[in-house]
């Protein structure tokens, strides 16, 4: 699909496994081409299944960054002011329905309240054995605050999380589950980034919705915006915005519904496709 630079104001684009390579590097050639679109007027904003506070270093110092799409869109939030413009969190009880489910399962969970993440100590002390990719498994071990159980901290304090996260090594187990969940939880986005993992949040939340709520907000049309992804939880974002890129590396449904197909994260397909962009000026 043919576009002009005038007509894209918004660009959103995953994190891991599309604006990061695969050892979670910003690298130069990218990140001079998101400072070459910003200084051409372009708003460019990361929407990843993390929390805001476990961005990259090197994505939270951007000298561009002013909006997030975090938690697979459960929030936006003004990084200059600290401000969330956008939020869906799941009902605490279906949240403690949904742990009940999972607590008879080969898996471990955690949750995300208020911007950070929670887990059971137990689960957290067991993370290898579900977790091979070592950024994860050091995520789940230092951005996770342990609590003796999870259920009775979601209880006690009657938290509505804003996501929860499932790991399991039975790959065949985590497509039943997408289903499943999907199914019996209508009201839940199941979606997955990873392959051993499942991301469980409210329907409202997904990045899709929040790109285009994002745009809304800040006076710009659907045909003004763009989207880079890579997984799973990227669908709605690439369905919604005007231009949908999959990268090379995506996930195959991604492939299948994109309007265009970039480089691989590991050969600057995010930088190749924004160099392009600002040729047309």
């Known amino acids: 699909m043919e576009t002009t630079l005038p007509s894209v104001r918004l660009i959103a684009f995953d994190l891991d496994g599309t604006l990061l390579n695969t050892a979670k590097e910003l690298t130069p050639r990218t990140r001079a081409a998101l400072l070459a679109a910003a200084e051409a007027g372009i708003e460019l ?4 299944g993390r929390f805001f506070r476990g961005l990259p270093q090197a994505v939270r110092e951007l000298p561009c960054l002013r909006y997030v799409i975090s938690i697979n869109g459960a929030s936006v939030v003004d990084a200059r002011s600290g401000a969330e413009l956008y939020s869906a969190k799941i009902p605490h009880a279906e949240a403690l329905a949904l742990l009940e489910r999972l607590d008879a399962l080969p898996v471990i969970y955690d949750c995300y309240v208020d911007g ?9 002390a067991r993370a290898e054995d579900f977790i091979d990719d070592p950024y994860n498994l050091w995520s789940v071990r230092n951005m996770r605050a342990p609590a003796p159980e999870l259920k009775a901290f979601l209880r006690e304090g009657g938290h509505a999380p804003q996501k ?7 790959r065949a187990l985590r497509d ?31 990045k899709g919705r929040a790109l285009l709520a994002l745009a809304e907000r800040l006076g710009l049309t659907r045909a003004q915006t763009m ?3 890579d997984g799973l939880n990227d669908l709605t974002m690439l369905r919604a915005a005007q231009i949908g890129v999959a990268m090379a590396n995506a996930h195959p449904a991604l492939l299948a519904e994109a309007d265009e197909v970039a480089d691989d994260c590991d050969r600057d397909g995010v930088a190749k496709r924004l160099e392009a962009l600002l040729e047309k000026e």
């Open 116 to 124: 950070w993440g929670y887990i059971t100590a137990s689960m957290q």
């Open 227 to 229: 989207a880079f992804g």
């Open 164 to 170: 929860v996260q499932l790991y399991t090594r039975d």
């Open 45 to 48: 904003v990361p929407a990843t």
């Open 176 to 206: 039943r589950l997408l289903e499943e969940l999907a199914r019996d939880w209508p009201r839940f986005a199941v979606t997955s980034s990873l392959p051993n993992n499942i991301e469980i949040n409210r329907a409202e939340a997904d």
